[in-house]
């Protein structure tokens, strides 16, 4: 089974450029997440998906971060200006759909590596 | 507030011994507790979980967890670290009522010395 695909692995950029990341998730899973880890941090989530749904994006910087996943299937997120702030894993994980509020594994993909310069 | 704390940033220990990496926890709910593995290179994979039950869990690579209530600790232990154990792991918690998302430590980064 194909785990959690993301493209690219690694970007360089400047401040105030844009980048996009994508994310093509376990076939199958209906539920996506965008997390962003800094360097010495554990995971921070930015958003969840349910199908082409969007569940929670309370802590996705709205003024210059979009995730979209249109078909329900895989996802892009995108900054627009970066700001060196920004340099971070950005990782993708994917799970089951939850029903009767159960729980499921959340698999993760390798990450894209973002440096701002 | 909820969050995760692992005190130690980076720990160093000695092919063949013992490991302990600790995990401690506020929150308000019951947590559900959960420790990740990361290899370099590669994406976060779950080594074990707590839901309930027995309190001493038994995950992949024969690492296991013990939750303390009392103590609001969930630690790592694995009773003969090899090599390809050098990692950073990950603990967190979550709860069904937040839809299980979860809230991560900062992660201790485990040295291998040969």
């Known amino acids: 089974e194909a785990g959690v695909a993301q493209s690219p692995r690694y970007k360089i950029i400047e401040k105030r450029q844009s980048v996009a990341f994508w994310c093509n998730p376990i076939s199958g899973h209906a539920t996506l997440y965008w997390y962003q880890q800094i360097l010495g941090q554990g995971p921070k989530l930015l958003i969840q998906?349910?199908?082409?749904?969007?569940?929670?994006d309370s802590q996705l910087p709205k003024d210059r971060f979009s995730a979209e996943r249109l078909k329900g299937v895989d996802s892009t997120l995108k900054i627009q200006p970066a700001k060196l702030e920004d340099s971070a894993v950005y990782l993708c994980?994917?799970?089951?759909?939850?029903?009767?509020?159960?729980?499921?594994?959340?698999?993760f993909g390798p990450g894209t590596r973002l440096t701002v310069l | 507030a909820q969050s995760v704390t692992q005190p130690d940033i980076h720990i160093t220990v000695s092919e063949g011994a013992s490991l302990e990496l600790r995990c401690n926890y506020s929150y308000g709910a019951t947590p559900y507790l959960f420790w990740y593995v990361q290899s370099p290179g590669q994406g976060l994979q779950l080594l074990l979980k707590?839901?309930?039950?027995d309190t001493l869990v038994q995950g992949i690579k024969g690492f296991e967890a013990e939750f303390k209530r009392s103590q609001s600790s969930f630690n790592l232990r694995k009773p003969s670290v090899h090599w390809s154990d050098a990692a950073e792991y990950f603990c967190?918690?979550?709860?069904?009522?937040?839809?299980?998302?979860?809230?991560w430590g900062a992660g201790t980064k485990l040295i291998i010395k040969p």
């Open positions: 998906f349910q199908n082409n749904g969007v569940v929670d």
């Open positions: 967190a918690v979550g709860a069904m009522d937040s839809n299980y998302q979860l809230i």
């Open positions: 707590y839901f309930s039950g």
């Open positions: 994980a994917s799970s089951l759909e939850s029903l009767a509020g159960g729980y499921n594994e959340q698999f």
